[in-house]
């Protein structure tokens, strides 16, 4: 039985690094049928209305009025922006390349925390900066010819902006759980797509079967599903072995995106990806180390704190959910 319930989670982890790998293959099918507006706008509608399908299942709480402004603000950045603008990279960036470019997304959130929240990095997080946005440069060189290409730029602003969802999920994931907060930031996403349904409606009935076919996985699959395995997983593992199977994603993506679309990535992406991976790294181990007259805030190794949790794990375009349900004090 033991087994059986650890093999559950395990699979379950294993079972979200495919899925958020293969989102990113699977954006350039849906491109390519259907344009940057309509793959947006159906995916991010998919997704929500599978999340408010799954809500009172979940238990998920009606948010405060008092968090709207701020579940407006992850819904403007972490996923209408964020869909918007790696749709629109992805046009010209090779799949791989992309998951490359956002995985370099925790840099910013360490920084915005840095800038806003009075977060004095430490020297190994400026190192691990340094080198992480380094190594994104080296990815968009590697993409482009003879210099950093645009749309290379597109997708490192989608990892800006997924950065800055992070940063502003902090004070929300304090009072309600991560899958709430990936709900309501979904719904709210929708409401800011709606200017991109008049697009999407006539290149929607247009679209071949493949891409529609992508729309609804991505929606479905990677955004919402993903959301619930990826609870369960965290919920039932060490924060450790949760953070170091998101480090797969790219590896994955690029192996995916070779199988599925024929992708073979040019060697200083990968050099590129390699060196972020390692400043990336960096960073959460450096933030992750406990400081000196610290107390554990957590009950168990499987239930990290809140905060912890969101300084560690990093952000792919994805949400995240906690294990316990945080109380809402009024």
């Not at 679209?207 to 619930?228: I, M, R, T």
């Not at 192996?255 to 972020?276: D, K, N």
Request: with cysteine.
């Amino acid at each position: 039985m033991v087994s059986r319930f650890a093999s559950a989670r395990v699979l379950a982890l294993a079972g979200t690094v495919v899925l958020w790998a293969s989102a990113f293959p699977a954006i350039r099918v849906g491109i390519d049928g259907l344009g940057v507006a309509a793959l947006s706008f159906l995916r991010i509608v998919t997704a929500a209305m599978a999340l408010i399908l799954v809500a009172p299942s979940a238990k998920v709480r009606p948010p405060r009025r008092r968090d709207l402004p701020m579940i407006a603000l992850c819904g403007a950045t972490g996923i209408t922006a964020y869909q918007v603008l790696l749709n629109w990279g992805e046009v010209r960036v090779e799949a791989g390349t992309a998951s490359l470019l956002i995985a370099t997304a925790p840099v910013f959130s360490v920084l915005l925390g840095s800038l806003l929240l009075e977060e004095r990095p430490t020297r190994t997080v400026i190192a691990g900066s340094v080198v992480a946005l380094a190594g994104a440069a080296m990815v968009g060189l590697g993409d482009g010819t003879g210099g950093f290409s645009v749309p290379a730029l597109i997708v490192l602003a989608a990892a800006v902006v997924q950065g800055t969802y992070h940063f502003a999920t902090k004070p929300l994931l304090r009072r309600y759980t991560g899958l709430e907060v990936a709900t309501y930031a979904m719904v709210a996403g929708t409401v800011f797509a709606l200017p991109l349904a008049p697009a999407a409606w006539p290149a929607t009935l247009h679209a071949p079967a493949d891409a529609l076919a992508a729309a609804v996985y991505l929606g479905l699959l990677p955004s919402a599903f993903g959301f619930v395995i990826w609870a369960y997983a965290v919920a039932r593992l060490p924060l450790a072995a949760s953070t170091a199977a998101l480090y797969l994603v790219p590896p994955v993506a690029l192996v995916v995106s070779y199988v599925w679309l024929g992708e073979v990535p040019h060697p200083i992406a990968l050099t590129g990806g390699a060196v972020s991976a390692a400043g990336v790294i960096l960073i959460h181990r450096s933030r992750a180390a406990p400081r000196p007259g610290d107390t554990p805030d957590g009950d168990a190794l499987d239930a990290p704190p809140v905060a912890d949790t969101v300084k560690v794990l990093p952000a792919l375009g994805t949400h995240w959910e906690f294990p316990s349900r945080p109380e809402r004090s009024e």
